[in-house]
């Protein structure tokens, strides 16, 4: 358990606890929840992951479903975007789950819990993930993280020097996301180049297999979900590059040829599009014209916040999947801004007057 995740479990508690999540989710009027999942992991599947906290254990997932049927209207992704973009009045209690990449498990662990409650779902493909063409680089490099033979690492990512220990599978993990935040400052044009030269020098075991949590699904089983009435496909490029740090012409090709593959695969042209990695630097202007000239009706971002009438179309925002019960219900009632608002207001009111 990090230290981010204890405060935030001792947060979401004390939130809880007094009553202001229960109040919040009475107050909520107007604006939606939108979760973020990756993958689903069932017990035991984890011992290859460097990087569990991108697949939520299948018995939580479970759970949150159950907990969600229970308290809230979880309400098509498609049908949100719609009215928020009409500026039609949302229903209270509104959450919208969503999950990116396209993982196997979405379809062998999550797919269940879904269908048992009844709860709609709109997946983010990237394309040449599915196509079994791509391997995402974040995976690559966690697989050669993983299986690396060398005990210590020292090598220049782009202008980040890194010296990391890989003597065992917790000095691995606690490496990896200081190693992917130095690939993401790269321009995608250096990804590959420097991706190389870091496998080469981890020196890694690689038969081919992958850890079951980090396969991806088929189009078969993406039309099975499709027919199945409950899940929805959005777009989330071809070979999931930081589109913010692309050329307009990459760009362009990851867009409009994500967009094409589902088309041609699911028969019909994807609205929804979601940014890889998804944060404020991660897209820009061009990015945003790019999924117009596409047409993609809107386009959700990793920046946390709640999704109301005004806000822009091509920046809909999203939460991170929650790690506990607590946090969930702290994140989808709103306790967390009402909180967070909270504190802001007594900042003000005791900051020194200027």
Same mark, same amino acid.
Not at 110 to 118: D, G, I, Q, T, V
Not at 304 to 309: D, E, F, I, K, V
């Given at each position: 358990m990090t230290a981010t995740f204890s405060r935030q479990q001792m947060t979401a508690t004390a939130l809880i606890g007094t009553g202001l999540a229960r109040r $919040? =989710?009475?107050k909520r009027v107007g604006d939606a929840c939108i979760l973020t999942f990756h993958g689903v992991c069932a $017990?035991?599947?984890d011992?290859? +992951?460097l990087d569990a906290s991108l697949h939520t254990p299948q018995k939580f997932f479970h759970e949150l479903c159950a907990h969600l049927a229970k308290n809230y209207r979880v309400l098509p992704l498609d049908v949100i975007s719609r009215m +928020?973009?009409?500026?039609?009045?949302?229903p209270d209690r509104v959450v919208a789950l969503t999950f990116d990449d396209g993982y196997e498990s979405n379809y062998r662990l999550a797919y269940p819990a879904? =269908?048992? #409650?009844?709860?709609?779902?709109?997946i983010f493909l990237c394309t040449g993930f599915i196509d079994g063409t791509v391997q995402p680089w974040f995976t690559q490099l966690e697989v050669a993280m993983a299986r690396a033979t060398v005990r210590q690492i020292e090598i220049q990512i782009g202008a980040v020097p890194l010296r990391f220990s890989t003597a065992t599978q917790t000095e691995r993990a606690t490496a990896l996301p200081t190693v992917l935040r130095a690939f993401k400052q790269l321009p995608q044009s250096a990804v590959a180049e420097n991706l190389n030269r870091l496998v080469k020098a981890l020196?890694?075991?690689? @038969?081919g297999n992958i850890p079951a949590p980090l396969r991806p699904m088929n189009w078969k089983q993406a039309r099975e +979900? =499709? @027919? $199945?009435?409950?899940?929805? #496909?959005?777009?989330?490029?071809?070979?999931?590059p930081i589109l913010g740090r692309c050329t307009t012409e990459v760009a362009r090709h990851e867009i409009f040829h994500s967009r094409d593959r589902i088309s041609t695969e699911l028969g019909a042209a994807p609205a929804l599009f979601a940014y890889p990695n998804g944060h404020a630097y991660d897209y820009n202007a061009d990015t945003k014209h790019l999924l117009q000239e596409a047409g993609f009706r809107a386009a959700f971002t990793m920046i946390p916040g709640r999704a109301l009438p005004d806000t822009d179309p091509c920046e809909l925002p999203r939460y991170g999947s929650p790690e506990s019960l607590q946090q969930a219900e702290a994140t989808v009632s709103g306790a967390f801004e009402t909180f967070k608002a909270w504190r802001q207001r007594m900042r003000r009111a005791f900051s020194p007057s200027m």
């Amino acid at each position: 358990m990090t230290a981010t995740f204890s405060r935030q479990q001792m947060t979401a508690t004390a939130l809880i606890g007094t009553g202001l999540a229960r109040r $919040s =989710r009475q107050k909520r009027v107007g604006d939606a929840c939108i979760l973020t999942f990756h993958g689903v992991c069932a $017990s035991g599947e984890d011992a290859g +992951l460097l990087d569990a906290s991108l697949h939520t254990p299948q018995k939580f997932f479970h759970e949150l479903c159950a907990h969600l049927a229970k308290n809230y209207r979880v309400l098509p992704l498609d049908v949100i975007s719609r009215m +928020l973009t009409r500026n039609e009045p949302l229903p209270d209690r509104v959450v919208a789950l969503t999950f990116d990449d396209g993982y196997e498990s979405n379809y062998r662990l999550a797919y269940p819990a879904l =269908r048992e #409650f009844e709860l709609p779902a709109t997946i983010f493909l990237c394309t040449g993930f599915i196509d079994g063409t791509v391997q995402p680089w974040f995976t690559q490099l966690e697989v050669a993280m993983a299986r690396a033979t060398v005990r210590q690492i020292e090598i220049q990512i782009g202008a980040v020097p890194l010296r990391f220990s890989t003597a065992t599978q917790t000095e691995r993990a606690t490496a990896l996301p200081t190693v992917l935040r130095a690939f993401k400052q790269l321009p995608q044009s250096a990804v590959a180049e420097n991706l190389n030269r870091l496998v080469k020098a981890l020196q890694p075991v690689l @038969d081919g297999n992958i850890p079951a949590p980090l396969r991806p699904m088929n189009w078969k089983q993406a039309r099975e +979900l =499709r @027919d $199945s009435g409950l899940i929805n #496909f959005g777009a989330h490029t071809h070979t999931h590059p930081i589109l913010g740090r692309c050329t307009t012409e990459v760009a362009r090709h990851e867009i409009f040829h994500s967009r094409d593959r589902i088309s041609t695969e699911l028969g019909a042209a994807p609205a929804l599009f979601a940014y890889p990695n998804g944060h404020a630097y991660d897209y820009n202007a061009d990015t945003k014209h790019l999924l117009q000239e596409a047409g993609f009706r809107a386009a959700f971002t990793m920046i946390p916040g709640r999704a109301l009438p005004d806000t822009d179309p091509c920046e809909l925002p999203r939460y991170g999947s929650p790690e506990s019960l607590q946090q969930a219900e702290a994140t989808v009632s709103g306790a967390f801004e009402t909180f967070k608002a909270w504190r802001q207001r007594m900042r003000r009111a005791f900051s020194p007057s200027m």
